[in-house]
Structures are given as structure tokens and as C-alpha cells.
């Protein structure tokens, strides 16, 4: 079947622009997990989702970064104001209980 | 609390060198472990797992064994290949929600 896509793949966008990232996970995957990746770096967990439960925001580096999920379907994460040290790799993740994530491409942000 | 540490890299080798990742994990309980390896470019991409002790996961040529005992799950393979370089990033699932990564690895073979 189909794996988890995200989009944009790249984004460039300018400093105090705000940005909205799409994450479409495997269908029936009830989990969701938002990653930031700078480059040469590890990973960096900003936000998870699961079924209609309050999200897990813990990994959010200010207010400036939001995400939302409708039940278990697309998700969209966004940055606003973006920021010079935004720029890196978004990465999404979905999971079924107890199993692995499978991760989409990623979508590299560039803020000039 | 609940935490992932992997051996730090770059780790460079010749092609058909064995190769080790040291990985141990802390818990209270016990984790699903996993091992993803992200090429060149590419996403990350699950390379194998293990749900409880004393299972081996193996993919590619590639092993890892839960071990209680030592709370590891060392990352093993007896001949790399210069297709082998990568980043390789050790993982614990520790509930339905709560995932670990550890740092990530960089492996380079060299022919």
C-alpha cells in the first residue's frame, strides 16, 4: 500500500513568513509523530498525535510551531514567523500500536 | 527515564570488515526495539526489530538481539559493503506513544 508522503518535498521561504507542511500517513495508522532533522543531526521530536487523544506537544521549541490532525487522517504542521534556525528537514512518522514507524520523505525547509 | 544511546560515529570501515553499532536502551519496562537506517538523500527506512527479549531481528544481512541482561540491542553485520554506508539510528518504543531515538550513527565503507 501506500506509505506516508508529506509536501511540500522542498520549501523556500522567506524570514517572518509563515509555512504550512502536509503529512499524509499510512491509512489506519492511528499514531503521528512530527521530527525536525538539521543537517548532519539527529532527530529532533517535536510533536505525536494519537487517535483522538490530547497530541503530545512536548518537543515544540516555541510558539511558534503548531500542528494540527483531523481524527486519523492528514496532519499539518506550522511555523510561523520562520526563522533563519528553522531551516532543516520535517519529518512525519506514522504507527500502528506497538509497531514500528514508518517514516515519509521529509520536507526541507530553507528560510534566507 | 526512558532514553536511547548509540555508539557515536563516523564509523568508517573497508568493504567486508564486520561491522558493530553498540545500542543500549533504559527502561522500566520493555521497549520495542528498531533499527532504521536513512542512505544518502533518502528518509529513514525501518531495517529490522525485535518486541522482546532474546529476539533477533535481521534484515539485509544485518542482526540485532534483544538482550535483557545487558539492556542492548547491538547492531551487527559480518561483511559491509560499500551500499552499506549510511546513517544508521537505533530506536525504543517504549508505550503506544512515547518513541527514542538515539543520536545516529554514520557508517562509511570504503571499497
Known amino acids: 500500500g501506500a506509505g506516508v508522503s508529506q509536501s511540500p518535498s522542498n520549501k523556500v521561504t522567506e524570514k517572518g513568513k509563515d509555512v504550512e507542511l502536509r503529512c499524509d500517513p499510512i491509512s489506519g495508522h492511528t499514531a503521528l509523530y512530527w521530527y525536525r532533522q538539521r543537517l548532519g543531526q539527529g532527530l529532533e521530536f517535536l510533536i505525536y498525535f494519537q487517535g483522538n487523544s490530547a497530541p503530545d506537544k512536548s518537543g515544540l521549541p516555541s510558539d511558534r510551531f503548531s500542528a494540527e490532525r483531523t481524527g486519523e487522517s492528514v496532519s499539518t504542521l506550522t511555523i510561523q514567523r520562520t526563522q533563519q534556525e528553522d531551516s532543516a528537514v520535517y519529518l512525519c512518522?506514522?504507527?500502528?500500536?506497538?509497531?514500528?514507524?514508518?517514516f515519509g520523505p521529509g520536507t526541507r525547509l530553507t528560510v534566507t | 527515564g526512558n532514553s536511547v544511546t548509540q555508539m557515536e560515529g563516523p564509523v568508517t570501515l573497508s568493504e567486508e570488515a564486520f561491522l558493530t553499532i553498540n545500542c543500549t536502551y533504559t527502561?522500566?519496562?520493555?521497549?520495542?526495539l528498531f533499527w532504521y537506517v536513512q542512505y544518502p538523500g533518502e528518509g529513514l527506512q525501518l531495517l529490522l526489530k525485535?518486541?522482546?527479549?532474546?529476539d533477533k531481528g535481521s534484515n539485509k544481512g544485518f542482526e540485532a538481539t534483544y538482550r535483557k541482561e545487558t539492556t542492548s540491542f547491538h547492531l551487527e553485520k559480518g561483511s559491509v559493503q560499500v551500499s552499506d554506508s549510511a546513517v544508521y539510528f537505533c530506536a525504543g518504543g517504549y508505550n503506544n506513544n512515547d518513541m527514542r531515538f538515539g543520536a545516529g550513527t554514520r557508517l562509511t565503507v570504503k571499497p
Open positions: 512518522a506514522s504507527r500502528v500500536s506497538w509497531g514500528a514507524q514508518y
Open positions: 525485535a518486541t522482546k527479549a532474546d
Open positions: 527502561a522500566t519496562g520493555y521497549p520495542s
